[in-house]
């Protein structure tokens, strides 16, 4: 396999090295900020540092292994700051208040978010909550009474996902985003909390997102198909100019 030449590294005896011996090297590095740095060498290792052969598995049938899991539950506590979990589509993944506390990013293994449900029971707050910065993409995530997601410190994105609160007597406990962060600089997470929402279909619960008196709603579109709303927004610090609420008919 010819070699990628890398301007940084010409010459180096690493860059002899085939593209599947130095993943399994990087493997080895911490994601942040050992992988993350490795990454800035030169492009053939930004594309290597990004190889999905380092994600985290989660599949309900797979034989356990360093980087495999049955369920999400475990794959977070044995993920490293940094990681990205992928989850197996064609299955329920049970989530009753999976506490992140650490950076990561979880993607659905589907063709479309619809292919990989994350579910949160009844008796449970939320399916998933965040203390720290955090990627949602490609998922489904259903709760039955409660929140989908509870952010409390942090910035969180999610981006082409499905919010869903079942429809309940108690509608008025459930909120698909619900933040109780502040606007106080975030210790844990060098930065400012909030919330970004993009292209993600949301449904049932009292409103979409329910936030504090600190963090305010801002730059929302909506997408209004025949079947359910598409969002746009961002929960941030309070801005001084209100942005207007745009709808588009799809």
């Given at each position: ?6 301007t ?11 593209d ?9 590095l ?11 060498v030169?492009k053939?290792?930004?594309?290597l540092?990004?190889?999905?052969r380092m994600w ?8 356990p292994?360093?980087?495999?899991f049955?369920t999400l539950?475990?794959?977070v ?6 990681d ?7 299955v ?9 506390n650490?950076?990561l ?7 479309s ?12 707050d ?7 910065n ?6 489904k995530?259903?709760?039955e ?9 942090g ?14 007597p108690?509608d008025?406990?459930?909120y698909?985003i619900?933040s109780?962060?502040d606007d ?11 919330v970004?929402?993009?292209?993600t279909?949301i ?12 963090l ?5 579109r ?12 961002q929960?941030?610090?309070h801005?001084s ?10």
């Amino acid at each position: 396999m010819p070699k990628r030449a890398c301007t940084g590294l010409r010459g180096s005896p690493m860059q002899l090295l085939d593209d599947a011996c130095l993943v399994r090297i990087l493997t080895f590095l911490t994601p942040l900020p050992d992988r993350f740095n490795a990454a800035r060498v030169c492009k053939r290792w930004q594309k290597l540092a990004c190889d999905k052969r380092m994600w985290l598995r989660v599949e309900p049938d797979l034989k356990p292994a360093p980087n495999q899991f049955t369920t999400l539950q475990e794959a977070v506590i044995k993920a490293r700051p940094g990681d990205t979990v992928l989850i197996a589509p064609g299955v329920t993944h049970v989530t009753p208040n999976i506490l992140i506390n650490k950076p990561l990013c979880l993607v659905g293994g589907g063709d479309s978010a619809d292919d990989t449900l994350l579910l949160c029971p009844r008796g449970f707050d939320s399916a998933l909550e965040f203390l720290a910065n955090g990627r949602l993409a490609n998922l489904k995530i259903t709760a039955e009474l409660g929140s989908c997601l509870l952010h409390r410190k942090g910035r969180l994105t999610v981006d082409s996902c499905a919010l869903e609160c079942v429809d309940h007597p108690l509608d008025h406990l459930s909120y698909p985003i619900m933040s109780t962060a502040d606007d106080q600089p975030c210790p844990i997470t060098n930065g400012q909390n909030e919330v970004s929402v993009i292209e993600t279909r949301i449904e049932g619960g009292l409103r979409c997102v329910n936030t504090g008196d600190k963090l305010k709603l801002q730059q929302v579109r909506v997408l209004c198909g025949r079947a359910a709303y598409t969002f746009w927004f961002q929960v941030a610090k309070h801005v001084s100019e209100e942005s207007p609420l745009v709808y588009c008919k799809a």
